[in-house]
């Protein structure tokens, strides 16, 4: 589809105006990096514009390793000596699959749609990979096993409907369409190389009558092996429409992808040597650390996210990173409720939206942050304003529905809170999630959905406190002493400070909350007495 002229002139604004300044390069250099390419040490000629176009489109000036600042001077000086038109640029940047949908919100064209533009302008050098930092998935049009016509609209309709999916996740880069689909009958190396794809995603669709069976592989290119494979059988008959069944299994599709990816990235940077890692992968690796949430790796995750910062101090991840690990400094690992930590926590996430507002990660860490304070409006605000352009964002799901729980809308929380989850089941974070849950549903006064949620956190990880104060509460309501005494005397025996901890106010919680919590501890045999730390566990 081709925008029209008034879509193309707000994209160059955007353009012309987000970054101020001059490059480094002088005219010789990009002259001779465009005329010698082949003898040149710096960056290609595909290199820069793509380079150029991701950085100015985030407001951002790009300075990769060899110290050649690339900006909107240098995209100038480049389509001028191209003789390229701002109508053939905007015109290639705009109608990419990723950017089409974001565009006219100011948000940031992809760096893989960059490098997609730089390849649609024949500039791209063969052997062109995408930059580091956001791994970028390629996916490719599904093999019609049988040859079968009436399977054709499934082998095109569910990768096409995986892309629009999988772009709706601020922690992937989605290759065009236009250029991926080029690529169906490719080595799964070549398409890496040529498309800077660090993951493939490929496929089978067959059907026999009404039975149809839809097969999803995820191949991760620089090993070739599978790291992924699922099977979505459905009956035709059953479905309301080609549409609607596409789009079950593209949901399904992306909603398994995303984390697989997310937790290879992790485990990958997190067996580099600390020196040897990029900003984005000590990033990765401080995230694997923060996962295990324990007060040795919260250390190890700080670390890591510092040198990220150190590394690159205009990406956001660092410090996004340190808003988790103050968050775990105020509340999770502390003797008592640190708010000076938590407002630190607030800074940070503040601070990464400084370098890129449009992240929706950063601002869901800044809901977290508010909401542990306290201001629950704020909180929400920030949720929705993420879900509103990235709806398949689970964390900011997770983030609305804390920040709902604790503001005296436990049924709406629910909601969100079982989206949460659903999008991610594999998260780190999941067992939170979980336990939030169960506040809510203790909130709505559905005890017996608080016991369910609290035993699934409490199998998953068994020296979790809070899971036990809400079980003993929940039981207590039900009139189950004895099930809530032993509930209470395990959390004890993990933590002799557990039984006055219990009954500590946290700055999040209402005071009728907070009541109602004390009521269902009390009935099941709990006797208040003076705390001796506030300190509380995984935000609940």
Not at 75 to 92: F, H, I, Y
Not at 389 to 403: D, E, T, V
Not at 464 to 483: I, K, N
Not at 497 to 503: K, P, Q, S, V, W
């Amino acid at each position: 589809m081709t925008p029209h002229r008034d879509e193309i002139e707000r994209l160059l604004s955007l353009l012309e105006t987000a970054v101020d300044g001059v490059s480094s390069m002088s005219d010789e250099e990009v002259q001779e990096a465009l005329a010698k390419e082949e003898q040149w040490s710096g960056p290609s000629a595909g290199e820069i514009i793509g380079r150029a176009v991701a950085s100015v489109s985030k407001g951002q000036t790009l300075r990769p390793s060899n110290g050649v600042v690339l900006n909107l001077q240098t995209l100038r000086d480049l389509r001028k000596a191209r003789g390229w038109t701002q109508w053939d640029l905007a015109s290639e940047a705009y109608v990419s699959d990723n950017s089409i949908q974001r565009a006219e919100s100011g948000a940031a064209i992809s760096v893989v749609n960059a490098l997609n533009i730089a390849e649609a302008l024949d500039i791209a050098p063969a052997g062109l990979t995408a930059l580091p930092g956001t791994p970028a998935v390629a996916v490719l049009p599904f093999a019609n096993v049988y040859g079968d016509p009436e399977s054709a609209v499934y082998c095109e309709g569910v990768p096409i409907d995986v892309i629009s999916a999988l772009t709706c996740y601020p922690s992937l880069s989605v290759i065009a369409r236009s250029s991926s689909f080029n690529y169906r009958d490719k080595e799964i190396g070549e398409i890496g190389r040529k498309l800077g794809a660090m993951y493939v995603l490929e496929g089978e669709v067959r059907r026999l009558n009404t039975e149809i069976c839809i097969t999803a592989r995820l191949i991760k290119v620089d090993t070739l092996l599978s790291i992924l494979d699922r099977r979505y059988e459905r009956n035709l008959s059953d479905a309301n429409s080609i549409f609607t069944l596409q789009d079950e299994i593209a949901q399904a599709v992306a909603v398994a992808v995303v984390p697989t990816i997310s937790e290879d990235e992790r485990q990958s940077a997190r067996r580099m040597q600390p020196n040897n890692r990029n900003a984005w992968q000590a990033y990765q690796a401080g995230l694997s650390h923060i996962s295990a949430t324990t007060s040795e790796e919260n250390v190890f995750a700080e670390k890591s996210f510092r040198r990220a910062i150190e590394l690159d101090p205009t990406f956001p991840g660092g410090y996004k990173g340190m808003s988790l690990v103050s968050i775990h400094q105020g509340i999770t690992f502390a003797e008592r409720f640190d708010r000076n930590k938590l407002e630190a926590a607030v800074a940070w996430a503040r601070q990464a939206l400084q370098y890129d507002p449009t992240d929706p990660e950063a601002r869901a860490c800044l809901a977290n942050a508010l909401g542990i304070l306290g201001d629950h409006e704020a909180a929400i605000i920030e949720a929705r304003r993420v879900l509103y352009r990235s709806p398949h964002f689970a964390f900011a799901h997770g983030m609305l529905g804390a920040a709902l729980t604790f503001s005296g809308r436990p049924q709406e929380a629910i909601s969100s809170l079982l989206r949460c989850i659903t999008l991610d089941p594999g998260d780190a974070m999941s067992p939170t999630r979980m336990l939030q849950l169960a506040v809510a549903y203790y909130f709505c006064r559905d005890y017996e959905g608080t016991i369910d949620a609290a035993r699934r956190v409490i199998r998953a990880h068994p020296n979790s406190l809070m899971a036990y104060r809400w079980l003993a509460a929940a039981l207590g309501q039900c009139g189950r002493r004895d099930e809530a005494a032993d509930a209470l005397h395990k959390a004890e025996d993990l933590s002799p400070a557990a039984r006055g901890n219990f009954g500590a106010r946290v700055p999040w919680m209402r005071d009728e909350d907070n009541a109602h919590l004390l009521e269902g501890l009390q009935k099941a045999g709990w006797i208040d007495k003076e705390p001796i730390a506030a300190n509380t566990n995984t935000n609940s």
